[in-house]
Nanobody
Framework: QVQLVESGGGLVQAGGSLRLSCVASGRTFGASAMGWFRQAPGKEREFVAAISWNGGMKNYADSVKGRFTISRDNPKNMAYLQMNSLKPEDTAVYYC????????????????WGQGTQVTVSS
């Protein structure tokens, strides 16, 4: 089984930055696509960003493209989400997810999930 733990969330003013981290346990991280998703109160979970097993492919939701950057460090079993120019609309619980198959924006395709980290952006 794979366990994922997110960190780095917090309270930030609009226009500020945060970097989220995700550390994975397990033996297949280097072969896994990673994704970041978020869920705001009263809303459905939405895709934010994803990265392929070797970092060669990255996908972003239109709402964050140009502001967020996903990356990974396979020897450390870490994935990151650098969040710049944050907006109040970015306020949500952010979740890290992994899957053994290829990169996708479909949350239901991911096999393992962290418990989330809260990001709050004040106006």
């Amino acid at each position: 089984q794979v366990q994922l733990v997110e960190s780095g969330g917090g309270l930030v003013q609009a226009g500020g930055s945060l970097r989220l981290s995700c550390v994975a346990s397990g033996r297949t991280f280097g072969a896994s696509a990673m994704g970041w998703f978020r869920q705001a109160p009263g809303k459905e979970r939405e895709f934010v960003a994803a990265i392929s097993w070797n970092g060669g492919m990255k996908n972003y939701a239109d709402s964050v493209k140009g502001r967020f950057t996903i990356s990974r460090d396979n020897p450390k079993n870490m994935a990151y989400l650098q969040m710049n120019s944050l907006k109040p609309e970015d306020t949500a619980v952010y979740y890290c997810a992994s899957r053994l198959r290829g990169i996708t924006s479909r949350g239901e395709s991911y096999d393992y999930w962290g418990q989330g980290t809260q990001v709050t952006v004040s106006s």
